[in-house]
């Protein structure tokens, strides 16, 4: 028991967690509340098998300074990967793996995109059906709803069909990074 009064923090995402373990080391006396079943909050790691997989944050880029996590993790002994990082993310759907990149190829943007997005939202139920509507291409389809569960922490049968503009959000990065990386060529690349 302490001297201090207690404290609530409340979210166990990486600042809830980092908070509430700093303020307890510090003599506080801590409670933490979480909303959901799990810590981590938009860190999130899947296991199948004997591999894993982030849905979550996971890098440290080294254009940033990351003292403070750095920090942290020495502190916890916890050991960095570090990594050159080409745009080869690889999507894993049952033991088949796809280049990230290679999902858009065969989808037909329409033009004005959110607004296409907005309309079949007005329809749907929920984000699941928007993301069916859309992209009917089940490589695509499944891959948007990870990026949407991961992203929002719940299945788009249960995320509210507003969520298509984080939809198209979170498209639109990946678009842009498929584009960018495509312009400098590394599609050729990867292949020699
Ligand atoms: C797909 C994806 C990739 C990412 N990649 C990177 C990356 O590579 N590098 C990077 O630096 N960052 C990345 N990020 C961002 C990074 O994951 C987040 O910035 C960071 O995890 C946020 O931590 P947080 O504690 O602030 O918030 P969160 O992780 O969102 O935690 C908030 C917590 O509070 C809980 N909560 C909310 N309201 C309540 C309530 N009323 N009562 C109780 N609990 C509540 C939530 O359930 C949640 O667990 C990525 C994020 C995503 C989704």
């Not at 296409?116 to 139920?125: F, M």
């Amino acid at each position: 028991m302490s001297s201090y009064p207690r404290i609530a923090v409340i979210g166990a995402g990486l600042a809830g967690l980092t908070a509430a373990y700093r303020l307890q080391k510090h003599g506080y006396d801590v409670q933490l509340y979480e909303a959901r079943q799990r810590p981590g909050g938009r860190v999130l790691t899947t296991y199948e098998g004997e591999g894993y997989e982030e849905l979550g944050g996971k890098n440290f880029n080294n254009a940033g300074a990351p003292v403070c996590s750095l920090r942290l993790m020495h502190e916890l002994r916890l050991e960095a990967q570090t990594a050159d990082l080409n745009f080869n993310a690889l999507y894993v759907n049952k033991n088949q793996l796809t280049p990230a990149f290679a999902l858009l190829k065969n989808f037909q943007e329409p033009a004005d995109f959110l607004g296409h997005l907005e309309a079949i939202a007005q329809q749907g139920k929920n984000l699941q059906e928007v993301i069916d509507a859309v992209f009917p291409n089940p490589d695509l389809n499944q891959f948007f709803a990870s990026v949407m569960r991961s992203y929002e922490g719940s299945d788009p049968c249960s995320l509210e069909v507003s969520c298509y503009d984080t939809l198209h959000m979170l498209y639109s990065l990946f678009k842009a990074r498929v584009t960018q990386f495509a312009a400098k060529g590394w599609e050729s690349k990867r292949k020699t």
